[in-house]
């Protein structure tokens, strides 16, 4: 009987392997939410005994998980080989990327655009400036 590996980096061979496929999945997603069907015995066969599953949800956004994935090693391992590619590096500076693989073994890569915080800023900043100025002219009208 072969011996299993049980450490935290168990998935990441198996995730580099598919790396050209989640990089192209990830420019794709730009257009559409892409979906991959993986061949369930490669997740099995890592780990038999996996009691969660091999589900799970992964959003990431500049470096970092925005959803807590501190229960799935296998998202954990995705996120590492991301972090390594320069080219998913850099789309995950533009946009936050949502990653779900169901229990049948298929992933969804989302692409969902992010409002960067200086533009947040300027609209803000912009919306009292129209109130005060309109509140002026309902001066001047009143008057």
Not at 24 to 51: C, G, T, V, W
Not at 60 to 66: G, I, T, V
């Amino acid at each position: 009987m072969p011996s299993y590996p049980v450490n935290h980096s168990l998935y990441v061979l198996l995730w580099n392997k598919y790396k050209p496929v989640l990089l192209k999945l990830m420019r794709d997603a730009a257009e559409a939410p892409q979906e991959y069907q993986f061949i369930s015995h490669e997740f099995r066969d890592l780990n038999p005994k996996e009691r969660g599953g091999h589900a799970f949800t992964l959003e990431a956004y500049k470096r970092r998980p925005q959803n807590n994935i501190k229960m799935s090693v296998v998202a954990q391992d995705l996120l590492e080989i991301l972090l390594k590619s320069n080219t998913a590096y850099e789309l995950l500076e533009e946009a936050m990327y949502e990653f779900k693989m169901d229990k049948h073994f298929k992933l969804t890569v989302t692409r969902h655009e992010v409002e960067s915080a200086t533009e947040e800023t300027e609209e803000s900043q912009e919306e009292p400036v129209a109130s005060e100025a309109s509140k002026k002219e309902e001066v001047k009208e009143k008057a």
